[in-house]
C-alpha cells in the first residue's frame, strides 16, 4: 500500500478534524451539551487519533486483507500482468474495496469478503476506449477512470496510479 505523502495526512487531518468540530459546535448551539473549551479538545483529539491513527492502522491491516483474496478464474491462455490492491466506485458515493488484477485479457476487480458486493468486475481490454486520471474527491492525485465502448465507466482508486496506466497502455 502506498504511503501517504506529509501534504495528504495535512490535507486527510483537516478535512476529517475541522467538520467533526463544526458539528460539534452545532450539536453544543442546538442542545447546550459541551462548553467551547470541551469542543476544542474533542476535535483537536479525535484529529489527532483519525488523521494520524487511521492511516497508520490501515496501513497495517489492508496488505493482511488483500493477501487473502484468490486470484480470479482465468481462461487457460490468460495470465496476470499486474495486481494491486484497489477500490471501485460504484454509484456516486460507494467505494468497494478490494484487488485489481490486469491480464492479458481483462482487467478484473475482485472485492474483498468486507464488502456488500461480493462479485467480480470484469472488463475485456478490447472494449477500453478511455483511461484517463482522476482526483479522489478532487484532492488526491490515486484515480482513474475506465470507460469502455458501451459508454460504462468504471472510477478506480489505485495505491500507485502511474504504474497502472504505464501497464494498462502496454
Do not use: C
Not at 138 to 143: E, H, L, P, Q
Amino acid at each position: 500500500m502506498k504511503k501517504l505523502s506529509f501534504k495528504q495526512r495535512i490535507l486527510f487531518v483537516l478535512l476529517s478534524g475541522i467538520p467533526y468540530g463544526i458539528v460539534l459546535m452545532l450539536l453544543n448551539y442546538l442542545f447546550d451539551l459541551y462548553t467551547i473549551k470541551s469542543v476544542l479538545y474533542q476535535t483537536l483529539l479525535f484529529t489527532i487519533l483519525f488523521g494520524i491513527g487511521f492511516p497508520f492502522v490501515m496501513e497495517k491491516l489492508v496488505p493482511k486483507m488483500l493477501s487473502k483474496l484468490k486470484t480470479p478464474e482465468m481462461e487457460e491462455d490468460e495470465n496476470i500482468i499486474y495486481e494491486d490492491g484497489a477500490n471501485l466506485f460504484s454509484g456516486t458515493w460507494v467505494a468497494v474495496g478490494g484487488k485489481l488484477f490486469l491480464t492479458n485479457k481483462r482487467l478484473i476487480f475482485s472485492p474483498h469478503k468486507y464488502n456488500f458486493q461480493k462479485g467480480e468486475t470484469s472488463i475485456d481490454l478490447s472494449e477500453i476506449t478511455e483511461i484517463s486520471k482522476r482526483k479522489t474527491s478532487r484532492i488526491v492525485d490515486n484515480g482513474l477512470r475506465v470507460v469502455t465502448k458501451d459508454n460504462a465507466k468504471y472510477d478506480l482508486v489505485l495505491n500507485d496510479r502511474d504504474e497502472w496506466l504505464k501497464q494498462l497502455k502496454k
